[in-house]
C-alpha cells in the first residue's frame, strides 16, 4: 500500500504530462498501444486556465511548435493567438520539458501572462489580451538572450508578482504592472548573487501555496542566517520583510502547504520539538504560531497534509501510517478546536470543496483507490461509490467542482479511465460518457472549470490527445477541435 501516496499527486503531475502517461506511469492502468508514443495526430492541450471566459491552453502543431492559443468552445473559435518563437520551434514547453513546468498562465485584470522564449531574449515575461498584436514581451529582465525564467507568477490584487533570474541577483521577487518600467525587483532578499528563492508564492505548486492574503504576498524565501523562512511583502522594499523565524538559526522551518481561512494564513512548518506540524499567521511575529501538536513524533513523515477550506473550517490529514490508517482532521484554528474527524483505513488525499461538502479519494485493501466524503463527523465520512468493484483502483484523480457537480477522471475495467460526475450519492455517481469506447480509456486530463462548463484534455483513436468540453451530459460531451486533425 505504500504506492498509494505516490498516485495521490496525479493532480499535480496532470499539468506537467500527458494524461496517457499519467495513467500507466501513476495509476498504473494499461494504455491502449496508440497511446503508448506521441503521434502526429495530436495537439496535446496543456495548461488549460480561465481568463474572464476565455479558455487559453498551449498545444503543438508541426508548423509552430508549442504555442499559446486560446478557445471559445467552438471549433472555429479554437485558434492560435500568436506564433511567438517563429517556425516550428515552441515558444512553449512542450510535453517532455518536465524542468521548467508548470508555465503557471495566470489571469492579471483580464490579461493572460506566462513565460515564454524567444531567440531573442530566451526565456522572460510575456502578456497577451487575446490578440496577435496584444501578445508581447513584457520584459527583458536578463538582456541579450539570456534567461531570467519568470516563475510563481501570482495575482495579488491586480499586481502580478514573481520570482526571476538575474546575474547580479540571483532569483529574486519581482512584481510587474503589465509595463517594461512597471516591471521591477521588489526586493534582494539574499543580497548580492546568491538567490533568496522565493519559490513558494502559487497555488499551482505542488505544496498548495497561496500568495494573497487579504492583499498581503505571502511567500518562503531563503537566507543563510535563518534559512528558509516564512516572508510578507506588500510590494516596497521596506514592507519585504521576515514575519518569523520559526526554527530558530540557518536550518530553517520550510513553510508550505500555505492556504487562507478567514483572512489568515494557515501552513505547515518544521520546528525540532514537534516536527512538521500546523501554523497560522496573521502577518506578525507574535501571531504566527503552532496551533497544535497534533502527532508526537518529530519525524517528517507525520506532518499533516492536503491542507483544505470547507466554509471556514480548514481540514487535513495526516501521514499514512505503517499501519494502513491515515487521520482526517479539521480545525478552526484553535488547539482545543482541532480535532480528530475520523481515524480512515487507507490515506486520504485530493480533498475537494463542493458546497461544503468534503470529497476525497481514498484506498483500501478491499476497494482500492475510490472515491470518498466527509461532512465533518464518523458517520458522516464514507464511501461515495465503489466504481471499479473490488481491490480494482478506480485511479481517481482530478477532481473538480463545477456549478456543485463533482466531475473526475476515474478507471473502470469496461471503459478505462473516462469522464465521471457525482452528486454525492453512488446512484449521482454515473460515467458522463465512453469518449473512447471500450476498454482503452480516454486518459483524459486538466479538467478545468470555465463559466461552469467543463473543458479537458481527451484521447481517442480518431484525433489523439485533443481539447473537449462537457456540460455534463454524453450528448454534450464533445471535442472542441482537432488542432492536429
Known amino acids: 500500500m505504500r504506492f498509494i501516496k505516490l498516485k495521490t499527486v496525479a493532480k499535480s503531475a496532470s499539468k506537467i504530462v500527458a494524461g496517457s502517461l499519467i495513467s500507466s506511469l501513476i495509476l498504473g492502468i494499461p494504455l491502449p498501444a496508440t497511446t503508448q508514443t506521441a503521434t502526429g495526430g495530436s495537439s496535446f492541450p496543456k495548461y488549460l486556465t480561465n481568463v ?67 531567440p531573442a531574449t530566451g526565456w522572460e515575461l510575456y502578456k497577451s489580451d487575446g490578440t496577435a498584436a496584444g501578445t508581447v514581451l513584457v520584459k527583458d529582465i536578463n538582456p541579450g538572450g539570456a534567461n531570467s525564467f519568470p516563475r510563481n507568477l501570482t495575482n495579488v490584487n491586480g499586481t502580478l508578482y514573481f520570482t526571476a533570474n538575474h546575474p547580479a541577483t540571483g532569483r529574486e521577487l519581482y512584481k510587474s504592472d503589465g509595463t517594461n518600467a512597471g516591471t521591477v525587483l521588489v526586493k534582494d532578499l539574499n543580497p548580492g548573487t546568491g538567490s533568496s528563492r522565493p519559490d513558494s508564492l502559487t497555488q499551482n505548486s505542488p505544496t498548495k501555496t497561496i500568495a494573497n492574503v487579504n492583499g498581503t504576498l505571502y511567500f518562503t524565501a531563503y537566507k543563510p542566517s535563518t534559512g528558509t523562512e516564512l516572508y510578507k511583502s506588500d510590494g516596497t522594499s521596506a514592507g519585504t520583510i521576515l514575519v518569523k523565524d520559526i526554527n530558530r538559526g540557518a536550518a530553517g522551518s520550510g513553510p508550505h502547504y500555505f492556504k487562507k481561512v478567514n483572512g489568515k494564513l494557515y501552513f505547515i512548518a518544521y520546528n525540532p520539538a514537534t516536527g512538521y506540524e500546523l501554523y497560522k499567521s496573521n502577518g506578525t511575529e507574535l501571531g504566527t504560531a503552532l496551533i497544535k501538536d497534533i502527532i508526537p513524533f518529530t519525524d517528517y513523515r507525520y506532518g499533516p497534509y492536503y491542507l483544505t477550506n470547507i466554509n471556514g473550517t480548514l481540514y487535513f490529514t495526516t501521514s499514512y501510517r505503517d499501519d494502513g490508517t491515515t487521520d482526517l482532521y479539521k480545525t478552526d484554528g484553535t488547539a482545543a478546536g482541532t480535532v480528530l474527524v475520523e481515524k ?9 470543496n463542493v458546497n461544503g461538502t468534503l470529497f476525497f479519494t481514498n484506498a483500501t485493501p478491499a476497494s482500492g483507490l475510490e472515491l470518498y466524503k466527509t461532512n465533518g463527523t464518523v458517520t458522516g465520512t464514507v464511501l461515495v461509490k465503489d466504481i471499479c468493484p473490488g481491490a480494482c483502483d478506480s485511479g481517481i484523480y482530478d477532481l473538480t467542482n463545477v456549478n456543485g457537480t463533482l466531475y473526475f477522471s476515474a478507471y473502470n475495467r469496461a471503459t478505462g479511465l473516462e469522464l465521471y460526475k457525482s452528486n454525492g450519492t453512488a446512484a449521482g455517481t454515473v460515467l458522463v460518457k465512453d469518449i473512447n469506447p471500450g476498454a482503452d480509456g480516454s486518459s483524459l486530463f486538466d479538467l478545468t472549470n470555465v463559466n461552469g462548463k467543463l473543458y479537458f484534455v481527451a484521447y481517442s483513436r480518431a484525433t489523439g490527445l485533443e481539447l473537449y468540453k462537457s456540460d455534463g451530459t454524453a450528448a454534450g460531451t464533445i471535442l472542441v477541435k482537432d488542432i492536429v486533425p
Open 344 to 352: 480512515i483505513i487507507g490515506y486520504p488525499s485530493a480533498l475537494t
Open 52 to 118: 474572464n471566459g476565455t479558455l487559453y491552453f498551449t498545444a503543438e502543431h508541426p508548423a509552430t511548435g508549442r504555442e499559446l492559443y486560446k478557445s471559445n468552445g467552438t471549433a472555429a473559435g479554437t485558434v492560435l493567438v500568436k506564433d511567438i518563437y517563429i517556425g516550428s520551434n515552441s515558444s512553449l514547453p512542450d510535453t517532455s520539458s518536465l524542468d521548467f513546468s508548470p508555465i503557471e498562465l495566470t489571469n492579471v485584470k483580464g490579461k493572460l501572462y506566462f513565460t515564454a522564449k524567444n
